[in-house]
């Protein structure tokens, strides 16, 4: 079952009848940022259209932080993997060592980890905005770490974020889940979305003098069937009746 929600100009927002009683839907003011205060989601990096000089990192596992993964490779995977991780980043290795004056000076196979790694990371630090988060994603990819690199708008013109999701090896066992699907990872966007753009909603349930009767919040996003909010309503609205005609 649906419900026909109707634009209330008077409240400002949405609001329906269903069995004698009154149903809105409301935007909560305050929601709480489901990466700072949940433990359930998978660890993400975002750049929004406001934080021009700084990316915000959401990672509550311990370890290495999602914006380093050159740190998840060993010293021999980055030697075997170096012209992988070279094409990631945009480089060669004979560009990398054609500073040096030693055994590694201007080859195209470099056996040294420290300098590889130090090459690796300078070519990082040098990358800006989706640059830095397209090579931290492909970097992922060599890894065999899930990983989505997405956008999102809000509603103000201007208004964007760049979002990385990872889902780290310390995330997967603090979840208690293998590997996510790419719907899965889309839908940690979407959460990130919804808090980010304002777009979390609550149900206030009023009898017919207009007192209220329940109410609930902290669903995110607008549609309120896929974030749980329309089912939330009816069953306490059918629970409501139930006891109101005992």
Same mark, same amino acid.
């Given at each position: 079952?649906?419900?026909?929600?109707?634009?209330?100009?008077?409240?400002?927002?949405?609001?329906?009848?269903?069995?004698?009683?009154?149903?809105?839907?409301?935007?909560?003011?305050?929601?709480?940022?489901?990466?700072?205060?949940?433990?359930?989601?998978?660890?993400?990096?975002?750049?929004?259209?406001?934080?021009?000089?700084?990316?915000?990192?959401?990672?509550?596992?311990?370890?290495?932080?999602?914006?380093?993964?050159?740190?998840?490779?060993?010293?021999?995977?980055?030697?075997?993997?170096?012209?992988?991780?070279?094409?990631?980043?945009?480089?060669?290795?004979?560009?990398?060592?054609?500073?040096?004056?030693?055994?590694?000076?201007?080859?195209?196979?470099?056996?040294?980890?420290?300098?590889?790694?130090?090459?690796?990371?300078?070519?990082?630090?040098?990358?800006?905005?989706?640059? $830095?988060? %397209?090579?931290?994603?492909?970097? !992922? =990819?060599?890894?065999? /770490?899930?990983?989505? @690199?997405? *956008?999102?708008?809000?509603?103000?013109?201007?208004?964007?974020?760049?979002?990385?999701?990872?889902?780290?090896?310390?995330?997967?066992?603090?979840?208690?889940?293998?590997?996510?699907?790419?719907?899965?990872?889309?839908?940690?966007?979407?959460?990130?979305?919804?808090?980010?753009?304002?777009?979390?909603?609550?149900?206030?349930?009023?009898?017919?003098?207009?007192? $209220?009767? %329940?109410?609930?919040?902290?669903? !995110? =996003?607008?549609?309120? /069937?896929?974030?749980? @909010?329309? *089912?939330?309503?009816?069953?306490?609205?059918?629970?409501?009746?139930?006891?109101?005609?005992?």
């Amino acid at each position: 079952m649906t419900i026909d929600w109707k634009y209330d100009r008077n409240n400002d927002d949405m609001i329906a009848s269903y069995k004698g009683m009154t149903l809105r839907a409301v935007r909560e003011q305050s929601p709480e940022n489901p990466f700072e205060d949940w433990d359930c989601n998978w660890p993400i990096i975002v750049r929004s259209s406001d934080r021009h000089s700084r990316n915000d990192v959401y990672d509550r596992r311990k370890g290495v932080s999602i914006d380093e993964p050159l740190l998840r490779f060993s010293d021999d995977l980055l030697v075997h993997m170096q012209h992988r991780i070279a094409i990631v980043l945009g480089t060669t290795i004979r560009q990398l060592t054609e500073d040096h004056d030693d055994e590694n000076r201007s080859t195209n196979y470099c056996r040294d980890a420290d300098l590889l790694r130090d090459g690796f990371n300078e070519e990082l630090s040098c990358m800006t905005g989706s640059n $830095q988060f %397209a090579a931290w994603c492909g970097l !992922y =990819g060599l890894l065999g /770490i899930p990983a989505l @690199l997405s *956008g999102t708008n809000g509603y103000c013109q201007g208004d964007h974020a760049q979002v990385l999701v990872v889902a780290t090896p310390e995330a997967c066992v603090e979840l208690g889940a293998t590997a996510p699907t790419v719907e899965q990872l889309e839908d940690t966007v979407a959460l990130y979305a919804a808090w980010a753009w304002n777009d979390v909603y609550g149900y206030v349930i009023e009898d017919q003098d207009g007192d $209220q009767l %329940a109410s609930s919040g902290s669903f !995110y =996003g607008s549609d309120w /069937i896929k974030s749980g @909010l329309e *089912g939330a309503v009816i069953q306490e609205a059918d629970e409501l009746g139930e006891r109101g005609s005992q």
